[in-house]
């Protein structure tokens, strides 16, 4: 059995920031593709960032040049930096990883919300 926990999530006014961690554990052979989605109240799940196994990262239009996302192989750990916060960023966010032979898993879930 494979878990995903996330931390870091919280209450923070407009323009500041948060780091989301997420760390996998359990029977875990290799982790291919991890990624962040967020799901604002009303909206559907959507994607925020993604990076490879071998580092290759992507974002949503709406994020460039704020957010990063980053992991440590090591520590089957993958980490969302979001910087200069706004209130439509206020979401759960969501953890997910591809893993060999299970397949695609999720996180519980961490709340963030940005005051304006």
């Known amino acids: 059995q494979v878990q995903l926990v996330e931390s870091g999530g919280g209450l923070v006014q407009a323009g500041g920031s948060l780091r989301l961690s997420c760390a996998a554990s359990g029977s875990i052979f290799r982790i291919n593709d991890m990624g962040w989605y967020r799901q604002a109240p009303g909206k559907q799940r959507e994607l925020v960032a993604g990076?490879?196994?071998?580092?290759?990262?992507n974002y949503a239009d709406s994020v460039k040049g704020r957010f990063t996302i980053s992991r440590d192989n090591a520590k089957n750990t993958v980490y969302l930096q979001m910087n200069s916060l706004k209130p439509e960023d206020t979401a759960v966010y969501y953890c997910?990883?591809?893993?060999?032979?299970?397949?695609?898993?999720w996180g519980q879930g961490t709340q963030v919300t940005v005051s304006s």
């Open positions: 990076i490879t196994s071998g580092g290759r990262t």
């Open positions: 997910n990883a591809d893993l060999s032979v299970i397949g695609v898993c």
